[in-house]
């Protein structure tokens, strides 16, 4: 979808700006519904000591308190990568309709994951609710450009989920 497309690019471009920002982690996030945007942000883990700050985190509760409710159904939510656990729970409580994200898995280095076994899309489908859709690889090689890729070999003390 063109709508798709073009969410996902302002997503790309929070994400982008992040990347001169000391200790903050490239991914951003746009909450869209009815073709406009809710909230837009990124990961503020690092710059506000707080791990639940991850970029989905930070636009749910903006969005929420940007419509003055505590669900976002009809929303879509946009992020430059696949969401984790912690994330995808967060959309499901606050009843977001779609999930679309750009890079997966397996095109970003393990250290973005915090379980290497578990595909956090299994909480999705194993939700409660059969009406929340996802899409991912939506502009995924240009997100994967973001983030360190999977042969890379990075010193431990880089890695965030070690």
């Given at each position: 979808?063109?709508?798709?497309?073009?969410?996902?690019?302002?997503?790309?471009?929070i994400a982008?700006?992040?990347?001169?920002?000391?200790?903050?982690?490239?991914?951003?996030?746009?909450?869209?519904?009815?073709?406009?945007?809710l909230?837009?942000?990124?990961?503020?883990?690092?710059?506000?000591?707080?791990?639940?700050?991850?970029?989905?985190?930070?636009?749910?509760r903006?969005?929420c308190?940007?419509?003055?409710?505590?669900?976002?159904r009809?929303?879509?939510?946009?992020?430059?990568?696949?969401?984790?656990?912690?994330?995808?729970?967060?959309?499901?409580?606050?009843?977001?309709?779609?999930?679309?994200?750009?890079?997966?898995?397996?095109?970003?280095?393990?250290?973005?994951?915090?379980?290497?076994?578990?595909?956090?899309?299994?909480?999705?489908?194993?939700?409660?609710?059969?009406?929340?859709?996802?899409?991912?690889?939506?502009?995924?090689?240009?997100?994967?450009?973001?983030?360190h890729?999977p042969?890379?070999?990075?010193?431990?003390?880089?890695?965030?989920?070690?």
């Amino acid at each position: 979808m063109p709508a798709d497309l073009d969410f996902m690019r302002r997503a790309i471009a929070i994400a982008r700006d992040a990347a001169g920002i000391p200790g903050a982690v490239p991914i951003g996030c746009v909450i869209a519904r009815d073709g406009a945007i809710l909230a837009e942000g990124r990961n503020e883990t690092g710059e506000n000591h707080d791990p639940t700050a991850h970029a989905e985190m930070v636009v749910i509760r903006r969005a929420c308190a940007s419509i003055a409710e505590d669900e976002l159904r009809g929303a879509t939510l946009y992020s430059t990568l696949q969401p984790c656990g912690m994330c995808s729970m967060a959309s499901i409580w606050a009843k977001v309709g779609r999930i679309v994200f750009g890079a997966e898995r397996h095109q970003v280095h393990r250290m973005y994951f915090e379980d290497r076994h578990l595909d956090t899309m299994d909480f999705i489908r194993d939700a409660f609710r059969d009406d929340l859709a996802v899409q991912g690889g939506v502009l995924g090689e240009e997100c994967a450009t973001l983030y360190h890729r999977p042969d890379e070999r990075l010193p431990e003390s880089e890695q965030g989920n070690v």
